[in-house]
């Protein structure tokens, strides 16, 4: 039984039709019917919480867009028979769901059931939002409220008056916040904003600076947790502005200075080192894995691994050297006294030395090592900041070595600082912009020769036309948390288009979409999986999520379970790349997968090299004891073919039957194969 206060309009625009209305109203909705010629005083007298709309025809698409129109705020759903072109323009006029009309009556009257409790946590989520907005306008902090689904925001006049900025000025959008913040932490704000959105942390929060009236920065700090749908899809952010002026600048947790403190001293450096000459050292060090750490022990175990660190940082230093928390697993030092870059890299490699040792932390073993980045003062450059981006490159640019290593800054890694930072300006937009496209490579059946599935890959055409690989991208999406949203644009576009080749009357194929360990670690994977497939009509038994055998590293409890819910939904499993990380007997047989995928490095040389050939035939045969199909990928030539037929093989896919192709392309190589089934 719904909550009767919630009233659903029922549109019909083409011959009455009085069962969905009457259906609905056994289910204890409140329903009111009409036809498209009476509709209007409907829609401008009752506030309408849902409207339920037919399509029939292509001449129904005008009345879409005047309840469209006239119903702004409020959720349409349209019911829409099963054509083309009727389905495209329907997507056209922005609806909130499109469902096919020829769906059985219980599976409508459920999809729509679904929607109205959706509406109803809504409405629940809006009051509580309003309650606890008058809450805290009561506290000294500044209060915003970011609804996501319209993209305002709600500043209050507290927030207001720590910027020092008038009342009466309007500010209702994100970038009225963002264009505030200092260029340097802009996108860490974005990043921490956009991890939380999706899911992965329970929690926002973050210190930055905020450009107040005079034109002058403060240090603020910004705490926000979002409300959910019963998708675990967030709706909204609420959450506090809190000045941080003439308060502690240290960590309560670590008793470390902030970020502040250390450019004060930062900047006394930078005057010495251009007054004599001398050099000092300062080190970026960030924990390693610290991501997977916090979401497989859970957070109060991760905040005492760093108090823990901090005080092995601690037995590394001299009294006059400097250490500092930048928050989330980043710390930096300065090394005074004893300047030289020689310096800095001995300290590192205690640092390193320091953390071999578990760290036991209530009654469990921790491991963690972590990536030192290194730069001098030198008296070259004046501007701390500028300094603590150097030490930031190095480190990454030590991550990329591998855990446990340090890196001293040099010409290269400023080059590809530069690179990094115009690659996450430009990944930022290309969504927006849609410059991603989604190409698709053949999957083919050993058996028949037949196209059986897809690989679902990305490519990124900027907006000089130039395709970008996305080996460059990738990484750097994976870094600042973007491949949280490219990830679920990729999935949903990937089954969108499957449902489209079925509609076109092109055989059911199953569609291969790759999940990075990031995405997989997203709270709300299931959930936004789900909505994909609810959202777009794709049938689960035609999803394939491909993983790699790093998730089954850390957490294996936890993979299990996300696992075994995808499974039981009908979702097929595979994994990709096998025998080129950590290949286990033991995680085989205790994860629920379906594939394995032999990785091209095996198959290149399967004609010349016997020990891949050996490799290849082992995973096979491993596979199939294991009740597992496999498919072998970067095949190139016929003879390469030939012997993974003889070693029974299931599928293949590679250059020789086709690239990775655009959608259209892939549907010209499908009917050409249906024309010579035919033939």
């Given amino acids: 039984m719904t909550d009767p206060t919630l009233n659903l309009l029922l549109i019909n625009t083409g011959s009455r039709d009085d069962r969905l209305e009457k259906t609905l109203t056994l289910e204890g909705v409140q329903v009111s019917g009409c036809g498209d010629n009476d509709m209007l005083p409907y829609l401008l007298r009752e506030p309408f919480d849902l409207i339920v709309i037919t399509i029939s025809s292509m001449a129904c698409i005008s009345t879409l867009t005047i309840v469209r129109n006239q119903t702004v705020q409020r959720p349409v ?25 020829e769906r059985p009556m219980p599976q409508l009257v459920a999809m729509i059931l679904s ?23 009561g506290c000294r902090d500044g209060v915003w409220d970011w609804n996501l689904e319209t993209n305002k925001v709600y500043y209050s006049p507290g927030w207001r008056i720590i910027l020092g900025l008038r009342l009466e000025d309007t500010l209702d959008r994100p970038d009225d916040w963002f264009k505030l913040v200092h260029p340097d932490d802009l996108g860490m704000l974005r990043s921490r904003l956009a991890v939380h959105i999706e899911g992965v942390t329970p929690h926002f929060e973050y210190q930055c600076r905020i450009r107040t009236h005079v034109g002058k920065y403060k240090w603020v700090l910004a705490r926000g947790m979002a409300s959910r749908d019963e998708d675990a899809s967030a709706t909204g952010i609420t959450g506090t502005l809190t000045d941080l002026t003439n308060r502690s ?42 991501t997977a750490i916090s979401e497989g022990f859970g957070n109060e175990l991760a905040d005492a691994l760093v108090i823990a660190i901090a005080r092995r940082i601690e037995t590394c230093l001299k009294p006059g050297d400097t250490l500092a928390f930048l928050g989330g697993n ?20 205690q640092i390193h030395m320091q953390l071999i040792a578990p760290f036991r932390i209530k009654d469990t073993d921790v ?161 936004m999986v789900d909505s994909a497939l609810r959202e777009t009509g794709m049938q689960a038994e035609n999803l394939e999520l491909e993983i790699t055998e790093s998730l089954f590293m850390e957490d294996a409890e936890s993979t299990f379970e996300i696992l075994r819910q995808l499974r039981k939904r009908g979702i097929k499993i595979a994994l990709d790349d096998f025998g080129t990380g950590f290949s286990s007997l033991s995680y085989l047989k205790k994860f629920p997968l379906t594939t394995l995928k032999i990785d091209r490095a095996f198959v290149t040389d399967i004609m010349t090299d016997a020990g891949d050939a050996a490799i290849c035939s082992s995973i096979i045969s491993l596979a199939h004891k294991f009740k597992f199909s496999v498919i072998a990928e970067g095949i190139e030539t016929r003879e390469q073919l030939i012997i993974l037929r003889a070693f029974q093989c299931d599928e293949v896919q590679g250059f020789y039957y086709s690239k990775a192709v655009p959608a259209e392309n892939l549907e010209a190589l499908l009917r050409k194969q249906m024309a010579k089934t035919r033939n």
């Fill in 249 to 290: 600048h240290h960590d309560i947790r670590t008793g470390l200075p902030f970020r502040s403190f250390f450019v004060d001293r930062l900047n006394q450096a930078i005057v010495e080192s251009q007054l004599t000459p001398c050099v000092f050292s300062v080190l970026q060090l960030d924990i390693d894995r610290f």
């Fill in 330 to 349: 980043s710390f930096v030092l300065m090394l005074a006294d004893e300047p030289g870059l020689k310096i800095g890299l001995a300290v590192s490699n």
């Fill in 77 to 101: 759903i349209a019911l829409v028979h099963d054509k083309e072109d009727i389905w495209q323009a329907a997507v056209e006029a922005d609806v909130e769901q499109l469902i096919p009309a």
């Fill in 367 to 527: 491991f963690s090592k972590a990536s030192i980045g290194i730069t001098a003062v030198d008296g070259t450059v004046n501007n701390p900041n500028e300094i603590l981006r150097q030490a930031h490159g190095a480190m990454k640019a030590a991550r990329k070595m591998g855990s446990g290593h340090s890196h001293i800054f040099d010409k290269t890694v400023a080059s590809e600082i530069h690179e990094y930072l115009l690659m996450e300006s430009n990944l930022r937009t290309a969504l927006d912009r849609e410059e991603f496209e989604l190409y698709y490579q053949p999957q083919v059946s050993m058996s028949n020769g037949r196209i059986v599935g897809v690989e679902t890959l990305i490519r990124w055409r900027d907006k000089d036309g130039n395709y970008i690989s996305p080996g460059k991208f990738i990484p750097v999406a994976e870094e600042t948390d973007l491949i949280l949203t490219i990830g679920e644009w990729v999935l949903r576009g990937a089954c969108q288009q499957a449902v489209i080749w079925q509609k076109l009357g092109l055989p059911p194929l199953r569609v291969a979409v790759n999940l990075s360990e990031r995405q997989f670690r997203a709270r709300n994977l299931v959930a």
């Fill in 115 to 137: 929607r109205i409790r959706q509406q109803e946590v809504t409405q629940r989520i809006g009051q509580e939002r309003d309650r606890l907005l008058r809450a805290l306008e």
